[in-house]
């Protein structure tokens, strides 16, 4: 059964689903108390926004997809789903990936998606090497790490593969910085791989790029419209603005601009924001995001830039009700 646009409520409907499991409940308390600049920005655009807590979801298939939030369907009224999709715990991964896929097997739309195919490219940073260092982009080399008792052959494959430490060991999918470590000696990553192994992420090994920070580039519609600069503070090696990083406007050089166009053109992505690790003149590919990338530390007139392009890009998104892919 298809939603009618007599179903639709006068504001466009967007279902936030994020996952507070993610977070030491003190931290989530925080983050409650300070409120959500992103929420008020869509509230303030017209649509009527709902947050609602992965944990809350039963995803179901009965007769027609459903997602059963209590007694109720959450895709009974046509809406946008902005499904906050990274974590640090398999299980409820695998629980994240049953909720986009009900939501794409539906008529609503699942603005989180955004490229070809949101469960590889949405999250996977191997998977997004891949193709951008198909298209031309520098990639740094990189060692995906094998399961279980078979993890330590990936020290043999970075003896061989990569130049001598450090090194930086992250996880294939997460965000904010988590789990991103720097190991300096091969010994120092076999212990890093000993004790991550277990808990079931899937793990990359680069060499650590001293001196770097991370650019993000944000493209609407073809065009980048607007850069942040990440560095880390002071001794610390992370750039991440919520892991104490430095932000600031940037200029993105044309080489960088023209490859991020060329990656949202690649993944017919309207709304694409692409990071790149700069140190020096060298740059290389980190990763791609899409609505759910940061953009509330850019300075004052890029913000709003952004936050408008989100707002157009959302709206276009939820008009195009393009049906269960
Ligand atoms: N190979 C590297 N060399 C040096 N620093 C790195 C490297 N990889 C990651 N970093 C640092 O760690 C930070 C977090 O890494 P990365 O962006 O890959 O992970 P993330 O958790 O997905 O972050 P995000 O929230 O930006 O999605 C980067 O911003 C950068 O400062
Ligand atoms: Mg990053």
């Given at each position: 059964m298809k939603n009618t646009a007599a179903d639709s409520p006068a504001r466009p409907r967007i279902v936030w689903i994020t996952t507070p499991d993610n977070y030491d409940p003190e931290v989530q308390k925080q983050l409650k108390r300070g409120g959500s600049e992103r929420l008020d920005m869509l509230t303030a655009a017209g649509f009527d926004v709902?947050?609602?807590?992965?944990?809350?979801?039963?995803?179901?298939?009965?007769?027609?997809?459903?997602?059963l939030h209590g007694d109720e369907d959450l895709l009974a009224r046509f809406a946008g789903f902005l499904v906050t999709s990274w974590t640090w715990d398999p299980a409820i991964e695998r629980h994240i990936e049953a909720i986009t896929r009900t939501v794409r097997a539906?008529?609503?739309?699942?603005?989180?998606?955004?490229?070809?195919?949101p469960e590889v490219f949405g999250l996977d940073k191997l998977a997004m090497y891949h193709h951008a260092a198909a298209l031309g982009a520098p990639v740094?080399?990189?060692?995906?790490?094998?399961?279980?008792?078979?993890?330590?052959?990936?020290?043999?494959?970075?003896?061989?593969?990569?130049p001598p430490g450090p090194y930086v060991l992250k996880p294939r999918s997460m965000a904010m910085g988590y789990g991103v470590l720097k190991a300096d000696t091969v010994q120092h990553l076999g212990a890093s791989i000993d004790l991550l192994t277990p808990g079931g992420l899937g793990c990359l090994v680069q060499p650590y790029v001293p001196d770097s920070g991370d650019v993000r580039v944000y493209v609407h519609e073809g065009k980048v419209i607007a850069a942040l600069l990440r560095e880390p503070a002071g001794r610390a090696y992370l750039a991440n603005a919520s892991q104490g990083g430095n932000v600031s406007g940037y200029e993105a050089p044309a080489e960088i601009a023209d490859l991020s166009e060329r990656l949202a053109r690649s993944l017919h992505s309207d709304y694409l924001c692409v990071d790149w690790l700069i140190s020096g003149e060298s740059f290389s590919f980190n990763e791609w995001m899409t609505v759910s990338a940061a953009?509330?530390?850019?300075?004052?007139?890029?913000?709003?830039?952004?936050?408008?392009?989100?707002?157009?890009?959302?709206?276009?998104?939820?008009?195009?009700?393009p049906g269960p892919r």
């Open positions: 709902r947050v609602v807590h992965s944990c809350d979801v039963v995803p179901v298939w009965n007769g027609r997809p459903r997602l539906s008529d609503c739309v699942l603005l989180t998606d955004g490229t070809l195919d740094l080399p990189t060692v995906s790490v094998p399961f279980g008792r078979y993890a330590r052959r990936a020290l043999d494959a970075v003896r061989t593969q990569l953009y509330e530390d850019l300075p004052p007139s890029a913000r709003k830039t952004v936050a408008e392009a989100l707002v157009q890009y959302i709206s276009h998104r939820m008009d195009e009700r």
